[in-house]
């Protein structure tokens, strides 16, 4: 799958929580938090399209939009992309520089901890 822009994460985030929308639901819904003209959002939508992020049906004289992926397979593959590129696939070395800028809190450590006493007792 193609890389999510943040414009089309918004879009996909809307289409996640309310499900399929029509241009002007979309256009609507986004407008204060974005300022984004139709146009704009209908160039997003056919991008979106292309990249197999949505898929549409037309009623009428509307497109009405629903998302393709998950939001789960999308994180995935962003994290899996981002874990790639900055840090050559290694988890420990992106843990690592996380904990050394100090933004993993305390809680954020004791996810961690128990998460790998888990993956421990599942490997044993």
Known sequence: MNHITE???KILRLLWEEGTLSTMQIVERL???T???KHAVISFLKRMEAKGFVTYETRGR????TPVP???LVARQERDSVL??????KLGL???SMAEENSLTE???QDLRKLLDDLQESGD
């Open 7 to 9: 414009s089309e994460q």
């Open 31 to 33: 407008e204060e938090e």
């Open 35 to 37: 300022g984004w003209s």
């Open 62 to 65: 509307a497109k009405y939009y």
């Open 70 to 72: 998950s939001q789960e």
């Open 84 to 89: 790639q590129k900055f840090y050559h696939g």
């Open 94 to 96: 992106m843990v690592s």
């Open 107 to 109: 809680e954020d450590i």
